[in-house]
């Protein structure tokens, strides 16, 4: 009986969320455990064939540095930013394009999924511009072939997900002249979700979601207005590296995106949880 009732709570979400897009941002233990990976991938495609258009969008920042220390360049970083030069962004091309997003595209296809993997370079996927060089500690810093998001190519992805395809998107830009660059994985969900008109962002981490007290798993904060945000940021709630994705967010909901979700990818079935129960497992954040 406790089976059907949990069929019988998801019956509204399906009908409210059919044909809607839904994007999702893979990190943390969704990406690296491989009962994880398959299990993320096998939710993903559910969603696609309860009627809803997911599309996702991957990071890789572990891989990456493991890759460069393999190849006996080491990662350096600054206020959390990679600083990348050629041979850095050639290292990232090759493990986000070449490794890990084939590696999302082969786990849905095993679940029948219909995926393909693009970079944002891609049919200019993702035009961005190279990032300034700011002053940080009286220093400048110049963090090398790191990039801002300009636009993106939603016809390219209107194609695919009108074919049935779930799109699966490497954070790479190209500029103007054709440089690739390096792009923040949280920022290019939030920026194709706003391009796209998704009515979800949701992004999988390793943490429950915002907490009120970081040391207690219980206090998670269930829902936040983005009008509340700010508070929480100056009390010390919000701190960190969750500022940069409620950030991220924050900027997807002013843009037309309905509602955006910080969950633990850690818990199995989180994906399922958070879009087709009443009360989710993660942090809500709302207009």
Do not use: W
């Not at 009908?15 to 990976?37: P, W």
């Not at 054709?178 to 009515?199: F, I, P, Q, R």
């Amino acid at each position: 009986m406790k089976d059907i009732d949990v069929l019988i709570e998801a019956l509204p979400y399906i009908k409210k969320f059919h044909d809607k897009k839904i994007l999702i941002k893979y990190g943390g233990h969704a990406m690296v455990d491989d009962e994880a990976k398959s299990s993320t991938a096998r939710d993903t495609v559910l969603l696609k064939y309860v009627g809803m258009q997911p599309l996702i969008v991957h990071g890789g920042g572990p891989e990456i540095s493991r890759s460069m220390n393999k190849l006996g360049k080491e990662p350096k970083f600054i206020q959390g930013l990679r600083v990348t030069d050629e041979e850095t962004m050639e290292i990232i091309e090759m493990v986000l394009v070449g490794k890990i997003s084939n590696e999302i595209v082969s786990e849905l296809i095993q679940h029948d999924g219909q995926a393909i993997s693009l970079s944002g370079k891609d049919s200019s996927l993702i035009f961005a511009h190279k990032k300034e060089a700011k002053k940080i500690d009286e220093e400048i810093v110049d963090l090398g072939l790191v990039g801002e998001v300009d636009c993106v190519n939603t016809d390219l992805l209107e194609m695919f997900l009108e074919n049935d395809y779930i799109p699966v998107i490497s954070p790479v830009g190209i500029a103007k002249d054709g440089t690739s660059l390096n792009l923040n994985a949280d920022t290019v969900a939030g920026e194709v979700a706003s391009a796209v008109g998704a009515e979800k962002l949701i992004i999988l981490t390793d943490v429950p979601g915002v907490l009120r007290n970081p040391d207690d798993p219980d206090s998670l904060i269930q829902k936040i207005r983005v009008s509340e945000i700010p508070q929480l940021i100056e009390d010390g709630v919000i701190s960190g590296g969750m500022i940069p994705k409620i950030e991220t967010c924050v900027n997807a909901i002013e843009n037309g995106v309905k509602s955006c979700h910080i969950i633990d990818g850690r818990k199995k079935h989180s994906l399922l949880l958070e879009v087709f129960t009443t009360d989710g497992i993660g942090t809500m954040i709302y207009k």
